[in-house]
């Protein structure tokens, strides 16, 4: 089974912290993803990587930036978390090659920033 | 630009009535298409494909490429089907998917 691990699933933090969201696969994906999900917005796409340290801009990438120093674990930052960065936000892995479009996803992170 | 438009945030139904969700999509290309389901307290999960012509949980979902839509359906709710339901639709060889803003699903007893 396919294992997308989230590290934190609950955070509180303040206005101006960096915040580190970590996220690992367990099946050699080379395909990682960074969403954020909110009520009546849907899910939208913040970062993405193909590769070890490659990174691609997503729908929303500002106020974001992202790690991927190993294949497994794709970290998502805020340099300094505003409050409408208040939100679920989900990881996800894909395969490169035969890809079907199915993306395994993390439990989720829900981070409030007061 | 793509666009991808659920028109319903809440569908309710009656458990053994039809379900339809509805789905429809502005794409450049022939993009795939594809159903995922979030039930309460559980990670976002790959219900069905559009390439795969597969009948999952009861649900079917076809692809009309006339009215560029991508409705998901089931003819008879049941409670456990209750859940939020996102179209996605992909290009870039699948990589790349764009979900649909959802609709939450109640069937009730």
């Known amino acids: 089974d396919v294992k997308v691990t989230q590290s934190s699933r609950y955070l509180v933090k303040r206005t101006g912290e960096k915040v580190f969201l970590e996220c690992v696969q367990d099946?050699?994906?080379?395909?990682m993803f960074w969403y954020r999900q909110d009520p009546g917005l849907g899910l939208r796409l913040i970062y993405f990587?193909?590769?070890?340290?490659?990174?691609e801009k997503g729908d929303i990438p500002e106020g974001y930036s992202v790690s991927r120093e190993k294949k497994e674990r794709f970290s998502l930052i805020l340099e300094s978390a505003s409050t409408n960065q208040t939100s679920m936000y989900l990881c996800?892995?894909?395969?490169?090659?035969?890809?079907?479009?199915?993306?395994?996803f993390g439990e989720g992170s829900r981070l409030t920033v007061l | 630009a793509q666009r991808v438009t659920q028109p319903e945030k809440l569908l309710s139904v009656f458990k053994g009535a039809p379900v339809e969700l509805k789905c429809n999509y502005s794409?450049?290309?022939?993009?795939?298409l594809f159903w995922y389901v979030q039930y309460s307290r559980q990670r976002l999960q790959l219900l069905l494909r559009?390439?795969s012509r597969e009948s999952i949980k009861g649900f079917t979902a076809d692809l009309n490429k006339g009215e560029t839509s991508f409705h998901l359906k089931k003819p008879f709710a049941q409670e456990e089907d209750s859940a939020m339901y996102y179209c996605?639709?992909?290009?870039?060889?699948?990589?790349?998917?764009?979900f649909g803003k959802g609709t939450m699903l109640l069937v009730s007893p």
């Open positions: 996800a892995s894909s395969p490169l090659d035969g890809n079907t479009g199915e993306l395994f």
């Open positions: 099946m050699d994906h080379e395909n």
């Open positions: 990587s193909y590769d070890v340290k490659m990174k």
């Open positions: 794409y450049s290309g022939s993009p795939e």
């Open positions: 559009h390439i």
């Open positions: 996605a639709p992909s290009s870039s060889g699948y990589s790349t998917l764009t």
